[in-house]
């Protein structure tokens, strides 16, 4: 739906990838849209082929509240892509005002006009995209870094052992 508002002025196409079981009902919607000349379902794709998809990508949109990671972004971010985002759950919590937008959680209506006023601002300004994406692919590097990565999950099982030794001498 918001990308039915952006077709009047904003020259667009929509590439998605992956598949689901919802894509019959989005391929539907997009023909009821008339939207089947800017929208493809790239369906599955190898790793070599996401990576071009990233390549060729302006900007990086998951508007779901269902997805408990934030994967797709982080990985999205480490391409230097700026990111939209509805501001719930993992994604949410992978993006900064500095790399991304956060759409705020409301009826069917304001999101989808969020949404499309987030592409909008990206579409009109090559330099915000720039900035943004350059900020989004520095967080990803420093945030999301394995060494961080390996030294959190240490921390966390160090924090998990004392637990049980504290309950084991308590017992």
């Not at 509805?86 to 790399?99: K, L, Q, R, S």
């Not at 990565?149 to 001498?169: E, F, I, N, P, T």
Request: glycine letters at 6%; hydrophobic letters at 45%.
């Amino acid at each position: 739906d918001a990308m039915a508002s952006l077709a009047k002025d904003v020259e667009f196409s929509l590439d998605v990838v992956g598949t689901g079981p919802d894509r019959k009902f989005y391929e539907r919607q997009v023909s009821r849209l008339m939207l089947n000349n800017r929208v493809r379902f790239l369906g599955r794709l190898s790793r070599a082929e996401v990576v071009q998809q990233y390549r060729n990508a302006d900007i990086f949109v998951l508007p779901t509240f269902r997805e408990p990671s934030g994967n797709a972004i982080i990985e999205a971010m480490t391409w230097g892509l700026p990111v939209i985002v509805v501001d719930y759950g993992g994604p949410a919590a992978a993006v900064t005002e500095d790399c991304g937008i956060k759409i705020k959680l409301g009826s069917r209506a304001e999101m989808v006009n969020a949404i499309a006023a987030a592409i909008r601002s990206f579409a009109r300004s090559s330099s915000l995209r720039f900035r943004v994406g350059t900020a989004a692919r520095e967080h990803a590097r420093t945030a999301y870094a394995w060494p961080l990565k390996v030294d959190c999950m240490l921390r966390w099982y160090q924090s998990l052992l004392q637990d049980r030794v504290g309950m084991a001498k308590s017992q």
